[in-house]
Nanobody, 123 residues
Framework: QVQLVESGGGLVQAGGSLRLSCAIS????????MGWFRQAAGKEREFIAR????????YYADSVKGRFAISREIPKSTVYLQMSNLKPEDTAVYYC????????????????WGQGTQVTVSS
């Protein structure tokens, strides 16, 4: 069973940066893909980025490409989302998620979810 805990959210001005963290607890953790999603008020949860745990290969949604960067630190069992040049439309609850599937971006393809962390970008 995989447990995920996000942290690092907060209030930031437009153009600013934040780094979100997702701490992973699992008895075994191999062959996983870690993803970041977000859900704005009144909207569906949307995919942002994913990373293969061991290879480090990553993939981004067009909406964040060039501004956000996903990474992982294997010894700390933590995945990060570095967010730069933030915009008011980035305001949302951000979730990390885990799956043993490859190359997926739909919420239903991810099996474990964190509780989410709020990011608010003021204009």
């Amino acid at each position: 069973q995989v447990q995920l805990v996000e942290s690092g959210g907060g209030l930031v001005q437009a153009g600013g940066s934040l780094r979100l963290s997702c701490a992973i607890s699992a008895r075994t953790f191999s062959g996983y893909t870690m993803g970041w999603f977000r859900q704005a008020a009144g909207k569906e949860r949307e995919f942002i980025a994913r990373i293969r745990w061991y290879s480090g290969s990553s993939y981004y949604a067009d909406s964040v490409k060039g501004r956000f960067a996903i990474s992982r630190e294997i010894p700390k069992s933590t995945v990060y989302l570095q967010m730069s040049n933030l915009k008011p439309e980035d305001t949302a609850v951000y979730y990390c998620a885990a799956t043993q599937r490859m190359g997926v971006w739909k919420t239903e393809d991810y099996d474990a979810w964190g509780q989410g962390t709020q990011v608010t970008v003021s204009s």
